[in-house]
């Protein structure tokens, strides 16, 4: 039994979400006890409030007291882009464990340097890509290492809500490049990228371009003052991997009709897979071999329906077919932290996050470039 002192950064919904994970993740395996030891908002009302609602001991409104505390373990940054870099470094050279939501910082350069103290005070440090532990992903990568699709040849994907559509929604932080480092791209795109990362490895170059749907919002809500964008509502990039497949990315937070569209295909020499995360346990397969048996006759995709064979999935429905959800993936995720609390391997780590921003960075060069740069 791992008992993880916990010091939450951030008393938003994201917050919250994390919390209700480790909840989650105690009854689900009961193998780890978080405790709930401080929440910290500079937002002392919001703090009060999350405090008793979620159940944690204490509050602040000054967050160098988590990242300080000696009865905090894990420090879980749950804040706004901006806010990650500084809270993440100040509680690792602190000597503590971090859960920080993604992404790990709004520069290349940073991220790479929260890695590099992260791997230095030998702490888990953990990003929170939550579709990292989705069992289709898994199941997904163990088609691509196994070799059942062969030689990977093209990956094609997209991530799009229409979410920021109506142009009479307010300018937020996520428009700012200096709080949110990019738009649809890091907001969204990079969920593409983690699992892409995790599935087919690391990515060689890119090549960009992008468009401000929506150029002027409200400074806020019914307010006739306008305030400009940023930062990109369309994104579109080309890949080169490392590996020789090539890709096409592309994320929208104006999409017109979608929901939450996350997307992906990958063509094998042997076979592809298509995954949708709205239908989200199903995966379409096709296996050249399978075809070959039949002469082509009943040739094309099948549904393959999430059970318990896949991983992670036992853990909530004991048949196929019945339906996971999103909070289910973040259970998993608060359930792998603490278990890498206890020795165990985990693959979302700050490396991971790195890795990710580092392919951000290389799409924003490309955008004033306006060429191919190297990720």
Request: aromatic fraction near 10%.
């Amino acid at each position: 039994m791992n008992n993880v002192r916990i010091g939450l950064i951030g008393a938003g919904w994201m917050g919250k979400a994390h919390t209700t994970a480790f909840h989650n993740a105690k009854m689900i395996f009961g193998d780890d006890v978080p405790i709930f030891e401080v929440i910290a908002d500079n937002n002392e009302e919001q703090a009060k409030t999350m405090q008793e609602v979620l159940g944690y001991n204490r509050y602040t409104t000054d967050w160098k007291e988590v990242c300080a505390d000696p009865n905090v373990d894990l420090v879980d940054v749950a804040t706004p882009n901006c806010m990650h870099y500084e809270m993440v470094k100040y509680a690792l050279e602190n000597g503590k464990h971090v859960f920080c939501e993604k992404p790990l910082s709004i520069s290349a350069e940073q991220s790479r340097e929260l890695a590099d103290l992260a791997a230095a005070k030998g702490v888990v440090n953990y990003c929170g890509f939550s579709n990292i532990m989705n069992p289709a992903n898994a199941y997904v990568r163990d088609l691509v290492a196994t070799g059942k699709l062969g030689r990977i040849m093209r990956v094609h994907a997209t991530y799009d809500q229409d979410m920021l559509l109506d142009p009479s929604l307010p300018i937020t932080w996520r428009h700012i490049n200096k709080l949110a480092g990019s738009g649809a791209l890091g907001d969204l795109c990079s969920h593409l990228l983690s699992v892409s990362q995790m599935i087919c490895g690391d990515m060689e170059e890119v090549n960009a371009v992008s468009s401000i749907v929506i150029p002027e919002r409200p400074k806020f809500a019914g307010s006739d003052e306008l305030q400009k964008v940023e930062n990109d509502d369309v994104i579109t990039f080309l890949v080169k991997y490392k590996n020789g497949a090539i890709g096409d990315f592309s994320s929208s937070r104006v999409s017109t009709g979608r929901k939450n569209y996350f997307y992906y295909e990958i063509q094998g020499t042997e076979g592809s897979v298509v995954y949708n995360l709205e239908r989200m346990c199903e995966v379409q397969v096709y296996f050249k071999e399978d075809a070959d048996k039949d002469s082509g006759r009943d040739c094309g995709f099948r549904t393959v329906l999430l059970n318990p064979q896949h991983e992670g999935f036992k853990w909530f429905q004991p048949a196929g077919g019945i339906a996971i959800a999103f909070d289910d993936m973040k259970t998993l995720q608060a359930h792998a932290l603490m278990q890498a609390m206890n020795g165990k391997e985990y693959i979302c780590d700050f490396e991971m996050g790195a890795k990710v921003d580092g392919i951000i960075g290389a799409v924003v060069r490309s955008l004033q470039t306006r060429q191919w740069e190297k990720c």
